[in-house]
């Protein structure tokens, strides 16, 4: 059974820096492009960086040049480095396969920006 688990999460000042982790159980994280995905309070989901298996990634425009997704084949591990937060990053943080497979949802990871 697939398992991913997002940790790093945590409450930072609006302008801080947190990096979020994604641990797969299995080759998961190898073999599919990976993303993470954000759900704000009252909102939909939706994802926010990809990369491909290439390693070529993906950003939403409220995240370019601020977020960064990279992975760890080795280590079975997608990282997400956030910079520049602000109040409206605040979120619950989840990683999934792109597209996401519902059986692959893990508990997210909260992130609250606020001073």
């Known amino acids: 059974q697939v398992r991913l688990v997002e940790s790093g999460g945590g409450l930072v000042q609006p302008g801080g820096s947190l990096t979020l982790s994604c641990a797969g159980s299995g080759i998961v994280t190898e073999i599919y492009p990976m993303a993470w995905y954000r759900q704000a309070p009252g909102k939909q989901r939706e994802l926010i960086a990809r990369?491909?298996?290439?390693?070529?990634?993906t950003y939403a425009d409220s995240v370019r040049g601020r977020f960064t997704i990279s992975r760890n084949d080795a280590k079975y591990t997608v990282y997400l480095q956030m910079s520049s937060l602000k109040p409206t990053d605040t979120a619950v943080y989840y990683c999934?396969?792109?597209?996401?497979?519902?059986?692959?949802w893990g508990q997210g990871t909260q992130v609250t920006v606020s001073s």
């Open positions: 999934n396969t792109e597209p996401a497979r519902i059986n692959f």
């Open positions: 990369i491909a298996r290439s390693g070529t990634t």
